[in-house]
């Protein structure tokens, strides 16, 4: 119980401090399949830090038990920003099928296409295999 209230008050102060929220979506095509997630980011200036989901739209059959969702933190780092794009390292780290501690790589470029919304494009490592990403950003204050 005392750890839960601690991270609670850190989590309260970082949330306390942030300057913006971004909501991500995205489409992941690794050697797996095709995955779709999201995350919810809590930023200041460029850096970011939050929660990420992603998880395929595959069934299990009877020969297979195919549970690969990954719930875990991502974390955005800038690495170049210029006027129209900005470049970002985005490592997530968390668990597969909830027993597997995986960190997953990942670059990110981002491309403003209206007021809020931005179009991303990642290329990062899963399965130890590259992939490639698609998705759409929105944050709430304006740019």
């Known amino acids: 119980m005392k750890i839960a209230s601690t ?3 850190v989590f309260a102060f970082i949330i306390g401090q942030a300057q913006n929220i971004e909501l991500d979506i995205q489409r992941q095509k690794t050697i797996g399949g095709v995955e779709y997630g999201a995350n919810v980011l809590i930023a200041k ?4 830090i939050g929660y990420s989901i992603q998880d395929s739209k595959r069934k299990a059959t009877e020969y297979s038990d195919f549970n690969h969702r990954f719930q875990g933190m991502i974390l955005k780092l800038p690495i170049r920003a210029c006027e129209n794009l ?14 597997f501690f995986v960190v997953l790589p990942e670059l990110k470029l981002y491309l403003p296409l209206i007021r809020n919304i931005d179009l991303n494009l990642g290329s990062g490592i899963r399965y130890g295999q590259p992939s490639f990403s698609l998705g759409l950003s929105y944050s709430p204050k304006k740019r």
């Open 7 to 9: 991270l609670y008050l």
């Open 45 to 48: 200036g460029n850096v970011a």
């Open 86 to 99: 900005s470049l970002f390292f985005m490592p997530r780290i968390g668990f597969v099928a909830e027993q």
